[in-house]
């Protein structure tokens, strides 16, 4: 199957401080890929999906202005949490998607765990 | 609006046993797919197996197999001989009709292989 990685893996900040997550696809051009949350013992949450080249489309009650998500190659997109909170400390997760919406499959990345104290 | 449903929260299987985790959705697309994904305690989303609404027969990968019954809109993932490393929560998901272009996920079942 198709790779995808995130880097990093954890990462711990103070409140007010901003975070990116780097998510590649390593072995496929992601034409689209998704970003996503996941707080304990529940299923995933989308935040945005973003194609290359574009604005992120940003699901409803996600704030645009915090959550900055850059999709600037066909193996890149970046999320930055900015001005990060405690209630911003979640599991974040990120896919990649090689061929079309609707019919191809979502390849994850392994997440990124982020504590903010 | 379509829906996936996974009535498991928790199943308990023997190793070397077979499983099946189950799987219904609820759509008005003629034309859709089902995948699984396995989330060990990692976190990453592993896919295991998709099957397509018009596919013939049932999609096989390996110890994982898929039973769907599409009148039933059913699509149970069926291990065969557990393992340890089994363990962890299996995800159901579809996309959601055109216009939105978004995964919908199951709430997950948590599998634990016993020894």
């Known amino acids: 199957g198709a790779v995808v990685s995130q880097h990093p893996s954890w990462v711990i900040c103070k409140s007010g401080t901003s975070v990116k997550i780097e998510c590649r696809s390593l072995?496929?051009?992601?034409?689209?890929m998704f970003w996503y949350r996941q707080f304990p013992k529940q299923s995933l949450m989308l935040m945005a999906t973003?194609?290359?080249?574009?604005?992120?489309?940003?699901e409803q009650g996600v704030e645009k202005d915090k959550f900055l998500i850059n999709h600037a190659s066909l193996t890149l997109s970046t999320l930055t949490v900015t001005s990060a909170h405690p209630e911003d400390s979640s599991f974040y997760i990120c896919?990649?998607?090689?061929?079309?919406?609707?019919?191809?499959?979502?390849?994850f990345g392994p997440g990124t765990r982020l504590t903010v104290l | 609006a379509q829906k996936i449903t996974q009535t498991q929260p928790g199943m308990f299987v023997q190793e070397k046993e077979a499983v099946t985790l189950d799987c219904t959705y609820d759509t008005s697309d003629p034309s859709y797919g089902l995948f699984w994904y396995k989330q060990p305690s990692s976190g990453e989303m592993i896919f295991l197996i998709y099957q397509g609404s018009y596919d013939q027969q049932n999609a096989t990968e390996g110890r994982y197999s898929l039973n769907f019954q599409k009148a039933r809109k059913s699509a149970n993932l069926v291990i065969s001989a557990s393992q340890l490393g089994d363990s962890a929560m299996y995800f159901c998901a579809m996309w959601e009709p055109s216009g939105t272009y978004k995964y919908i996920f199951g709430t997950g079942t948590r599998l634990k292989v016993l020894a």
């Open positions: 973003s194609n290359e080249g574009s604005k992120a489309t940003y």
């Open positions: 896919s990649g998607l090689a061929g079309e919406v609707r019919t191809d499959t979502q390849y």
């Open positions: 072995d496929f051009q992601a034409t689209t």
